[in-house]
């Protein structure tokens, strides 16, 4: 019902448009020939007449002893194609040239105008002959004697037969116009509406959770523009669900994991029998994957916080370099592990506003990736630089390195370069929003086999002379 109704209205609203123009034009264009024709007339007589009447006076003035007055106005007046009267004042006809009626009274408004000194004219239609006139009239008035109004009335069929057939070429022409605009219209109709349609079914399908169709078409202008956006949406969310696959069985994977050593240790440590040596390391086990478990729930509930704005950060002056030196003490024992050297870099000991816990779980994240996927005697740099305004922190490392295809989605939530070496995928997306939390910035570069750098930029605190400590600070 809706796709009819977008042609329909398309099409209703261009016909009418269009429609009220030409019909405003066309009136308008008719009046003004109408009256261009009907001036024509009157300005055609009036101008026999006042010509006329100065020849008529002139002649007058030498020819006194002319004693049948009426005939001889009748005489130099009359007009070819129009009938002339001869009225008193009153309107009653005195003489014509057609000699019949002659005590017949005119009582059309052409007569009062031309009493009043003007010429009259009236336009209508003539109750002998019912046939549409124009009148004429002028007061004429010679030496002192009675004054007399000479009326011309002239047929206005041949004008009108005319304006008619004008009109009808007018109104042909305003058709086919109509015409013309009503197949652009439906032509224009359907150039949108087909688009939609096919955009809605694409949606429909959509809706229903069938992803991998697409819009086809190359479509212009606002629907392409419509159909991209929507293509692009349904990519995302297929990229999105594929994640979250990933993520559900690379979190089941790690659940899996110490679930199992955490309950076979148990069993095990329940059945009895163990010397107290063994006893220790199993419950040395269950103790390590149960902080792993921790830690992944902990990471889950971080992530979700921050996707519903819910973290809260407690805000106060942390010293940088002391916190970074923090961190390499407790991942010295993992690095040790791989024979991995940690060594910070730095001459400066910047002061940073931000929450020193959350900060403090950015640089272990990095940390703790850059051990993961460094080789064994390698190196890991913790360089420290100071800029107007802001600090640079990078954590370098010569490791496996991220292949350009992984490197802009490596950010990306639940996205693992390879699921096997564990974690959720959230570590990086977590770090990211936290910097963003500190109106800091978070940049890598790295190049397959050669290492990555995490560059993390976050701004100085002000340095006051009067160094009261805030009431929120949380100094580390």
Known sequence: MSKKGIRRQIVLHYFIVVFTALLLVEVIFLLAIRSYYYDSVYSYISSYVKNAEDFYQKFRFFEEEKINLLSDMLVNFKMNTTELQILDINGNVLINTTEFNPDTTITTSDIPQAISGDFGRWVGRQPSTDEDVMAVSKLLQMNGEEPYILRYTTSLTTVNDKLFDVTMLSTGIGVAVLAIVLAFSLGLANSIVKPLNNITAVSALMAKGKYKVRVKGDYRYELGELASTLNHMAEEIVRSNQIKDDFISSISHELRTPLTSIKGWSETLDSGGYDPEETKVGMQIISKETERLIGL????????????????????????????????????????????????????????????????????????????????????????????????????????????????????????????????????????????????????????????????????????????????????
Not at 318 to 347: G, H, P, R
Not at 431 to 454: A, P, R, Y
């Open 297 to 476: 729930v902990e990471e889950i509930l971080d992530f979700s916080k921050l996707q519903q704005n819910e973290m809260r950060l407690v805000f106060g002056e942390v010293v940088l370099k002391e916190l970074l030196q923090e961190i390499m003490l407790n991942m010295w024992t993992k690095a040790e592990k791989k024979n991995i050297k940690l060594v910070l870099e730095s001459d400066e000991n910047p002061i940073v506003i931000g929450d020193g816990n959350r900060l403090k779980q950015i640089f272990l994240n990095l940390v703790d990736n850059a051990i993961k996927f460094s080789d064994e005697g390698s190196v890991i740099q913790l360089v420290l630089n100071c800029y107007p305004g802001q600090v640079e922190v990078d954590v370098h490392d010569t490791g496996l390195g991220i292949s350009e295809e992984h490197l802009n989605r490596v950010r990306d939530r639940f996205f693992q370069v390879n699921p096997l070496n564990g974690g959720t995928g959230l570590g990086l997306a977590i770090s990211q929003q936290l910097v963003e939390q500190h109106h800091g910035t978070m940049e890598i570069v790295s190049e397959l086999g050669k290492g990555t750098i995490v560059r993390v930029m976050l701004p100085l605190a002000e340095i006051k002379e009067d160094t009261d400590q805030p009431e929120d600070s949380v100094p580390i």
